[in-house]
């Protein structure tokens, strides 16, 4: 008896082949009998068919030989066991189809299990060794509870498998996670490190920037008596003059107010003398009436205290401009001003600086309120009044010009001077650069003037030809930023 016959003798009667149908379509475990003996087939199918694992049942796929096998994987990649004979078209057809497997497809996930009518000590050594089998089964040694267990087994080893292998990316994303978070981490450290050395260098930022701002008004507040002493001959010239006059006039005034009284004191006196007739009594009064000229002592005593008002006035004007230079502001007050006040309030205080070289033209537009810090403005247009006035040799013409376009005003400041050579147009707003001759400038006047029209988002420009004199064009926005103030 051979030893398939003895392998068939084990189970019931050969069912029809043809009669053995696949389960349902509902999920189930696909299992691949490979042999070219129909037999083998008909009898593992009565093994198996009924056959249910983790209750699934099985869905039986015939092939009979190694091409059809290969083709049958091909169709069927989700197959999860293979039952194998080895010798079929060729004598080691299945053997092949185990490298096709593994090697070709690279399907390390179905199981492979061989099922041979040839025994032999070695021939299972050397399979086992050289290819990747699971297991390793004689048909003679088979019994439907054998196979029964085999595949079992192998199915369930295939269910651990797909575990583990939807398994692995999950675990695969968790460690990439750890490392991402634990990097992540390190990152969050070093950019809090970061932040810490940001916030201490804009710490020390913002103490170096109190200290250039505390810095630069100091040397603005310098700049501005600087400038007034410089111009202090001057100043005190504009304030001697109605000062003199209207001491002046209190001296004429004094003599005025004596004789007034004497004649007062006269009339008083014939008032008072009853003893004799009036006319005789008032003649004295009369004659001394007469000697001081009443009617012209009268007018002249108006037009003295006209003047004297005004000179006072003029003294009072000249002070006030000059505490308006003076003062130091320890805060800076934005509010809307009327750029033609300040210009004014400069012309009192440089006008002694002006009035010997040039003839000053004012052509004053309309212009509306401006948002800015006048007295530092005033500052901008001392410093160009004066180096306009400096720029003229003998005699020459200084024009004001003003008026606004948009959310703009603009203040020129012409003369007829000398001009800038074009060396000299590159530095003009450098700190300490001055043509003057030692003691008549600090060179900071155009460089303190250019960071205050900065400071007021405005913008100061120069034309200027040599031989024809200088025009600066200051131009300053109507309402400043919001987020400047």
Not at 314 to 328: G, H, N, P, T
Request: include cysteine; charge should be negative.
């Amino acid at each position: 008896m051979s030893t398939e016959d003895e392998f068939l003798a084990l189970f019931a009667p050969e069912p029809d082949p043809l009669a053995a149908t696949d389960v349902g379509s509902g999920p189930f475990w696909k299992v691949l009998l490979v042999d070219d003996a129909q037999d083998i087939h008909a009898v593992l199918r009565l093994t198996l068919q009924d056959m249910v694992v983790e209750g699934l049942p099985l869905q039986l796929i015939d092939a009979y030989s190694a091409i059809e096998a290969e083709a049958m994987l091909a169709k069927h990649p989700d197959t999860a066991l293979i039952l194998l004979d080895v010798v079929m078209e060729t004598n080691d057809a299945g053997l092949t189809l185990v490298k096709h497997v593994r090697q070709n497809l690279e399907n390390r996930m179905v199981r492979i299990v061989l099922l041979t009518g040839q025994p032999g000590y070695t021939l299972q050594r050397d399979v086992v060794a050289n290819y990747e089998i699971d297991d390793y089964r004689l048909k003679s040694d088979l019994t439907a509870d054998k196979l029964f267990t085999c595949v079992y087994a192998e199915l369930r080893t295939y269910q651990v498998l797909q575990s583990l292998e939807r398994k692995r990316p999950i675990e695969k994303l968790a460690i990439d996670l750890k490392l991402a978070n634990a990097q992540l981490n390190i990152e969050i450290g070093e950019r809090q490190h970061a932040q810490e050395v940001a916030d201490a260098q804009m710490h020390d930022l913002t103490v170096l920037n109190k200290q250039l701002k505390d810095a630069q008004n100091q040397l603005l507040q310098s700049e501005k008596l600087a400038s007034i002493g410089l111009l202090a001959a001057g100043v005190a010239h504009e304030i001697n003059n109605p000062v003199g006059f209207v001491s002046s006039n209190l001296g004429t005034l004094k003599e005025y107010v004596g004789e007034l009284l004497a004649l007062i004191q006269a009339y008083e006196t014939a008032q008072a003398d009853t003893g004799k007739d009036s006319p005789e009594r008032f003649a004295a009064a009369d004659a001394l009436k007469a000697s001081v000229e009443l009617d012209y002592l009268k007018e002249d005593v108006l037009s003295l205290l006209t003047e004297s008002q005004d000179g006072l006035d003029r003294v009072k004007k000249i002070i006030q401009s000059l505490k308006d230079f003076s003062r130091i502001e320890t805060t800076e007050t934005w509010r809307c001003e009327d750029l033609h006040k300040g210009i004014e309030s400069t012309l009192s205080v440089v006008w002694n600086e002006l009035k010997y070289k040039c003839d000053v033209h004012k052509e004053y537009g309309e212009l509306p309120q401006i948002e800015c810090v006048l007295s530092h403005l005033n500052q901008v247009f001392m410093n160009l009044l004066v180096n306009a006035a400096h720029a003229i040799k003998e005699h020459g013409v200084l024009t004001i010009r003003t008026g606004h376009a948009g959310d703009e005003v603009w203040v020129e400041i012409a003369d007829t001077g000398e001009g800038i050579s074009p060396e000299n147009m590159l530095h003009i707003f450098d700190p300490f650069f001055t043509t003057k001759p030692i003691g008549k400038g600090t060179g900071l006047g155009l460089s303190l003037s250019y960071g205050i029209v900065e400071k007021h988002h405005g913008r100061i420009r120069v034309d200027s030809q040599v031989g024809k004199g200088s025009t600066f064009r200051v131009c300053l926005p109507i309402q400043q930023p919001a987020a400047s103030l």
